[in-house]
């Protein structure tokens, strides 16, 4: 519930000039003449003149909220503002946030049950991570209407100061232009795959079916255009396509498993060491993060509240659950411990729905690099305006050329790698542990800073929701250790599989 008092008007029932709310000493005024009411939570002042409120914003022509501490956990102050309007309707914010989600990470899951020690531990370990990745999705919304910041770097610049925002902008530029690049090898894989069921396994001997001329022209024709816009919302309609493809997948591995004999290999039903329930973890991190692309879409909707926002939340993650549990669970129950990393490799080559369910994924990939290179090409512009310290205008005015110049080189030097980075594996060994900071340790950061500063909880509360914002931070430390020293034991080892025989 929400209290209200604007500025008094001639004959209205206010019977001060102005009204200031103090909540646990958000907002702070030097007042002079002033009355003064003392409640449980609430300190309301009345006082003469204008009066400071957050952001630097006052009282006099505007309208204070304050949440009531009994009935709100977070108890946050939020002040009304001309919010901007998007372009983006609630259906198509959903099918943008599902096509960040659902990609490569979906043919990964029956290989990352399996490692993790079976089905049951796997979707219990999807279950728990699903919870964090819908509150870290929250707190990134709500930290972000402080100051309608419009991108992920913005909004930990706002809560963690300049050297947050930096640390966050590197860590993006790496992490989306990995993604990237391996998004391209993905799609190199699925183009020779239906190219062996089409023209045989001698299919490279001619230099049109070259997997470095298909990449080429699938990317240069097809990814780039897409690239170039300013905003993302335009992705709806082709961001459509790649659920209905993600779907499309999991209903071949359903079907494939009542149609295909039962697996001669060992259908793995629990852990062997403890050390393999964690394996899963990263696999379903990369799998569920959206979080650098769901800042743009949240500053896109038409209706930018906390509560659209979570209705889009909660959809996206519905469908991205729903997905990756279906493919999990059938691909593992289809071919046990030796599935391969990516499911469809496990299947014959001359499977016709399985060829069409590449096709489907190759349609997914390349709707999903455009989303991630805007997110990437944000943090680069952002960097670039802050480094020549250049003001508003200016930037507005640069915006285009620097947008073309910024989106082709990105494009040349993923493509570039991919061409001659032959292993999906390569990539994931270096950017999978990034997926926990951006999904627990940037969004736990900013809630303890948003509770010390913005909020207006009890003290008990407060002390609760740092505690929370602790071991979002601690296991997002700890995932991103985990996997990384993973990677590094696994090429000391120099041959060590995680599933399968692929």
């Known amino acids: 519930m929400y209290q209200r008092c604007q500025k008094a008007d001639q004959g209205s029932g206010c019977a001060y000039d102005n009204v200031k709310f103090s909540i646990s000493s958000s907002i702070e005024a030097s007042t002079k003449d002033s ?37 709100s956990l977070i108890g946050s102050i939020s002040v009304e503002r001309d919010r901007p309007v998007g372009k983006t309707s609630l259906l198509g914010a959903i099918f943008i946030v599902v096509n960040a989600c659902i990609g490569a990470g979906m043919l990964n899951f029956p290989a990352a049950y399996q490692g993790a020690g079976g089905i049951h531990v796997g979707i219990l370990m999807q279950c728990a991570l ?74 490279a001997d001619f230099w049109y079916m070259n997997r470095k001329f298909t990449i080429s022209i699938f990317a240069v ?39 295909y004999p039962p697996p001669t290999a ?11 329930v964690f394996s899963a973890i990263p696999a379903i991190c990369f799998g569920f993060q959206c979080h650098v692309s769901s800042v743009p879409v949240y500053s896109s909707l038409k209706k930018r509240t906390l509560g659209e926002f979570t209705k889009v939340v909660i959809g996206a993650l519905t469908i991205g659950f729903i997905a990756y549990t279906l493919a999990g669970v059938y691909g593992s129950l289809t071919f046990g411990w030796v599935v391969c990393s990516d499911v469809l490799l496990s299947y014959n080559a001359d499977d016709v729905p399985v060829t069409v369910a590449r096709c489907m994924i ?18 680069i512009d952002s960097m670039w305006v802050t480094s020549w310290n250049l003001s508003s205008e200016e930037a507005e005015r640069r915006a285009k050329p620097r947008r073309i110049i910024e989106t082709l080189i990105w494009f040349i030097c993923s493509l570039f790698l991919a061409l001659f980075i032959p292993n999906i594996g390569v990539v994931i060994s270096v950017i999978g542990g990034l997926a ?21 909880a009890s003290i008990p509360k407060q002390r609760f929701l740092i505690a ?15 996997s990384t020293t993973q990677s590094i034991m696994k090429d000391v080892m120099n041959g060590h599989q995680q599933s399968g025989q692929c």
């Open 35 to 71: 009355q003064r009411y003392q409640g449980d939570d609430i300190t309301m002042e009345t006082v003469k003149g204008p009066v400071a409120g957050p952001d630097g914003l006052t009282a006099s022509g505007n309208t204070f909220y304050v949440a009531n501490e009994n009935t």
């Open 130 to 203: 699903l919870l964090v990745v819908f509150g870290s999705l929250l707190i990134l919304a709500l930290c972000a209407d402080i100051r309608l910041s419009p991108s992920y770097q913005d909004v930990i610049r706002e809560m963690c100061g300049g050297i947050g925002k930096i640390l966050s902008e590197i860590m993006i530029i790496i992490y989306t232009f990995g993604s990237c690049v391996a998004y391209f090898i993905v799609i190199g894989d699925q183009l020779d795959s239906i190219l062996t069921f089409i023209h045989g396994e001698d299919f």
């Open 221 to 259: 024709f097809i990814i780039f255009p897409l690239c170039i816009p300013k905003n993302i919302d335009f992705l709806k309609y082709p961001s459509s396509v790649g659920v209905l493809a993600s779907f499309y997948v999991c209903a071949v591995i359903v079907v494939n498993y009542h149609i």
């Open 266 to 276: 060992e259908i793995i039903t629990k852990p062997q060491s403890w050390m393999d």
């Open 362 to 379: 190759l349609c997914n990939m390349l709707t999903t690099y455009p989303v991630l290179q805007f997110c990437g090409r944000l943090a």
């Open 436 to 456: 926990a900071v951006f999904i627990l340790v940037f969004p736990g950061v900013c809630l303890i800073q948003f509770v010390l500063k913005h909020s207006a």
């Open 468 to 482: 929370i914002g602790f071991i979002y931070t601690a296991l997002g430390i700890f995932i991103l250790g985990e």
